[in-house]
């Protein structure tokens, strides 16, 4: 479940 976590807090990253 790691894996999702990093995945969405990139996505947040890039849209700011």
């Known amino acids: 479940m790691v894996n ?3 995945k ?3 996505m ?3 849209s700011e």
């Open 4 to 6: 999702s976590g990093q």
């Open 8 to 10: 969405l807090g990139r």
């Open 12 to 14: 947040f990253s890039c």
